[in-house]
């Protein structure tokens, strides 16, 4: 049987992209950033995606009506907790989530539109989810434990549920960390590795500043967020796949009881 089709819009290197894959989804991306030679070759071995670069909102005007659901990732500068204390900064994103919500009403299809959690205000009955749901766990390069958030929000005219997981159930002493940019680390001395310095930056993340850990190791980031094939940028601003795929099964219910009915 062929796959059902979903538009990814504003898809960036493919994080939500390859979760709809594994849900069971033939896969378009559009973006508007040459993101082409990341997003298709990931899928090498023949999985159904596609990369298409440009405007997402035109396109999904003029394509919409092709596709059987839609996910929109419309972008989150303009709501980030990073931009929160700088209205200039800020004032330099656009903010489209109520634009891209009122077109994809208009397609009649199934559809998502994901953002981060300062984006509530701006969204209509979401869900969250975080890596604690889904068991996103690895080890540090020194063995300390690390746990995955990555809180995201996702508003849907589809009925949406949590995955059964506790939400923030852990062990003790487990760290938590992401894929942030910007993060000021400690000072590296001449010989270290990345193991003897991590226990330092975990404190001046903690402690000093205050803010987000992001591990130096890339592969220990890749491992956070179950990716293995973007740029540390793609990183800092993609879902886990895992997300994705839970929102896809669902969605996938939903269309296939559609056309049972």
């Not at 942030?180 to 010989?191: D, E, I, N, S, T």
Request: net charge neutral; aromatic share 8%.
């Amino acid at each position: 049987m062929s796959r059902p089709k979903l538009l990814d819009l504003f898809c960036g290197e493919g994080g939500a992209g390859v979760g709809y894959i594994a849900a069971g989804w033939h896969v378009t991306g559009v973006d508007l950033k040459p993101l082409g030679h990341r997003y298709p070759r990931f899928y090498k071995d023949g999985r159904p995606a596609r990369f298409v670069q440009g405007d997402a909102l035109p396109y999904l005007i003029e394509h919409g009506h092709e596709f059987d659901a839609i996910h929109a990732s419309p972008p989150c500068q303009g709501y980030s907790i990073a931009t929160a204390g700088n209205p200039g900064a800020r004032a330099k994103h656009q903010r489209l989530i109520a634009a891209t919500r009122e077109l994809l009403q208009l397609t009649g299809k199934p559809w998502v539109i994901e953002n981060v959690e300062q984006a509530r205000s701006q969204m209509v009955d979401p869900i969250l989810l975080c890596g604690s749901m889904f068991g996103l766990e690895t080890f540090d390069e020194d063995g300390e434990p690390l746990r995955l958030e990555r809180h995201r929000l996702f508003e849907s005219n589809v009925a949406l549920e949590q995955p059964g997981m506790q939400h923030h159930f852990h062990a003790p002493g487990i760290s938590v960390a992401g894929v942030y940019g910007g993060g000021r680390r400690a000072k590296r001395l001449p010989g270290e590795s990345l193991a003897d310095v991590a226990p330092r930056d975990r404190h001046e993340a903690k402690h000093v500043r205050k803010g987000g850990y992001t591990p130096r190791s890339k592969r220990v980031q890749q491992e956070l967020l179950g990716i293995d094939w973007m740029s540390v940028k793609g990183m800092q601003e993609s879902i886990p796949p895992v997300y994705a795929e839970h929102i896809g099964r669902q969605l996938l219910a939903h269309v296939e009881q559609e056309k049972a009915a």
